[in-house]
């Protein structure tokens, strides 16, 4: 006999209570109304948002802010894979690695010598290449200064730093720890390790 919705609800919200009795063995499990909460996200971001209260556990001490800050990291990660589905949709324009262009293409746009016209055009027409070409210049060749860029594009020391922790992984097919500034920003856990591959994809800068 197939088990019924009802059924597998339940038997979710058993595990759940389990969870709970190992991570906290000392508090009360929440309501049986606020665990059917839990039950929109799906079972490792039930699991992921308790094991990330557990962590903070020193300073929680209680069911009300446990289920609180377990809540707001489930309701977290459930937003940013929202976003990545959603962005997975829509057709994405072709992406550009600063890192990956030369100083002699970055100074056919931005150097002394650079053609104005051809800059204009660019920008205009191939605004995403025309954007990395001028990270370049700025993170890689020292031909422009960083307040020229756009804030969108400016990038911050740690940024710079997990580029370069991740083409070293690329290079070597290995995955890197995420610094814990931006792995808070995605919503993952603080020692979370992933390949650049999967890092651009949970940027958004990456779908196919």
Known sequence: ??????????????????????????IAAPSEFQIRTWLCHSNF?????LREAARAFYRLQSTESVVRFASKCMSTRSKVLQLMKAKEKITMP???????FSRAEVEAVFGPRSNSLEAARMAKFEPTKYAA?????????????ES?????????REQREAKTRADLA???????QLPEPLAARLGVPAD?????????RLLGRKTD
């Open 1 to 26: 006999m197939n088990a019924t919705p009802m059924d597998l609800k339940a038997i979710r919200a058993e595990e759940i209570r389990k969870v709970w009795s190992s991570l906290f063995p000392t």
């Open 45 to 49: 971001t039930i699991s992921l948002g």
């Open 94 to 100: 072709e992406q550009y690695d600063y890192s990956k």
């Open 133 to 145: 070409l001028k990270q370049a210049g700025v993170y890689l060749f020292g031909l422009i200064s």
């Open 148 to 156: 020229m860029l756009p804030r969108a594009s400016q990038l911050t």
């Open 170 to 176: 690329a290079h070597k097919d290995e995955t890197f």
């Open 192 to 200: 979370t390790k992933v390949s650049w591959d999967t890092l651009q």
